[in-house]
Structure formats: C-alpha cells, structure tokens
C-alpha cells in the first residue's frame, strides 16, 4: 500500500508511516502537507498516541503547513485509503482532519 500512496498523492504531501509517536518526533521539513498513514498493524497503545498528536502538531506547524492522518483499520481497501490520501492532500483549508477507513 505504502507505494501505490507514494504514486497516488505523488510530491503533494509528505508521506509519514509511523509506528510509534517517536517516528513522527521530526516531521519532513518540505511539503506543504504532511500526511500519516497509520497501518492496521499498529497496536492500540501506538495508535492512540498517534492520533492523539495530531490536533496538537496541526496547531504547531500552522499555518505554513497541513497536517492530516488516515486511521486504516483491518480490512480496509486499499482504494478506500487512497482515495482518502487524496481528499486530505487536495483539501487546502483544513488540517489535523483525522479519516479512519474500514472494511467495507
């Protein structure tokens, strides 16, 4: 999924695929948009963590730049995530949106 994001959003955002909140300790200096993908895998602790950190780092890195992040949950299609990647990366006048994607 990781590469068929990179391809879908191409250089419109910053692609982030954290597994702790220590990987999103030092966020990419140079797009516009920086958007975490945060994978199905990703146990509980983590994940509530990494999108805990999300308002705050929108509030931090404003107003130069966006923060986003998709919440992919078991099962999810990977369409579904793209097409999330791609709301987020295209809507300029938001961040710290969160979009969790599940199974259909």
Known sequence: MNTTLT???GGAAGLVF???AAD???LPDAPAVVLLVIAADV???DRAMLLAAVGPL?????PDRR???IDVGPGAVEADVVA???????AESS???ILRITAR
């Open 43 to 45: 146990p509980d602790l």
């Open 67 to 69: 923060i986003a992040a």
């Open 95 to 97: 961040t710290g949106q």
């Open 18 to 20: 954290p597994r702790t």
């Open 24 to 26: 999103i300790a030092s």
């Open 7 to 9: 391809a879908a959003v």
């Open 84 to 90: 999330a990647a791609r709301f987020l990366t295209s």
């Open 58 to 62: 929108a509030v931090e890195i404003a």
